[in-house]
């Protein structure tokens, strides 16, 4: 096996453990998990092995993001190649942890993260836009409903008939 196919082995086996580790933190509420391990830890290493690999390999790569001819040719290389697997591996991953933040933070139904997340890992842009139409779909649903109100901001005639 080459280094550039033990790079590659190395950083999906790692993407795979942070993606588990990031359900499950969005399962048990692990903040701490999130921040660290899938936000921190492995898009570090991700992106410290693509730097390595831009740095010592991105001079003989032709430069032409004009043209979807010019992108190919640049990907030509295992080298670049590789690394642009490690950047989409990388920005998926912060991406999925950016997510299961929001589920947390607007509390809702963690239940609707198991379409989500694997649609992030296995295909970003689609498990995003899912992502996007339940925030919107939810947002939706609570401004179509009226707000319910405290019994300090009902009408009097309310009030002095639940209390009769």
């Given at each position: 096996m080459t280094s550039l196919e033990a790079v590659?082995?190395?950083a999906n086996?790692?993407?795979v453990i942070a993606w588990i580790v990031l359900a499950v933190a969005a399962v048990l509420n692990w903040r701490r998990g999130l921040e660290r391990f899938c936000g921190g830890f492995v898009p570090l290493l991700l992106a410290v092995a693509y730097?390595?690999?831009i740095v010592t390999h991105w001079s003989g790569a032709p430069?032409?993001?004009?043209?979807?001819?010019?992108v190919g040719a640049m990907f030509r290389q295992p080298q670049v190649m590789l690394a642009g697997w490690l950047h989409y591996l990388a920005f998926d991953l912060l991406i999925g942890v950016m997510v299961v933040e929001r589920f947390l933070e607007d509390r809702m139904p963690r239940i609707l993260l198991v379409p989500v997340l694997p649609l992030l890992f296995f295909f970003g842009p689609a498990g995003w836009l899912l992502f996007q139409a339940i925030r919107f779909a939810r947002r939706e649903g609570t401004a179509a409903r009226p707000a319910a109100r405290s019994p300090a901001t009902r009408p009097a005639a309310a009030r002095a008939k639940k209390s009769a």
């Amino acid at each position: 096996m080459t280094s550039l196919e033990a790079v590659f082995r190395i950083a999906n086996f790692g993407a795979v453990i942070a993606w588990i580790v990031l359900a499950v933190a969005a399962v048990l509420n692990w903040r701490r998990g999130l921040e660290r391990f899938c936000g921190g830890f492995v898009p570090l290493l991700l992106a410290v092995a693509y730097l390595v690999l831009i740095v010592t390999h991105w001079s003989g790569a032709p430069v032409d993001f004009g043209s979807l001819a010019g992108v190919g040719a640049m990907f030509r290389q295992p080298q670049v190649m590789l690394a642009g697997w490690l950047h989409y591996l990388a920005f998926d991953l912060l991406i999925g942890v950016m997510v299961v933040e929001r589920f947390l933070e607007d509390r809702m139904p963690r239940i609707l993260l198991v379409p989500v997340l694997p649609l992030l890992f296995f295909f970003g842009p689609a498990g995003w836009l899912l992502f996007q139409a339940i925030r919107f779909a939810r947002r939706e649903g609570t401004a179509a409903r009226p707000a319910a109100r405290s019994p300090a901001t009902r009408p009097a005639a309310a009030r002095a008939k639940k209390s009769a």
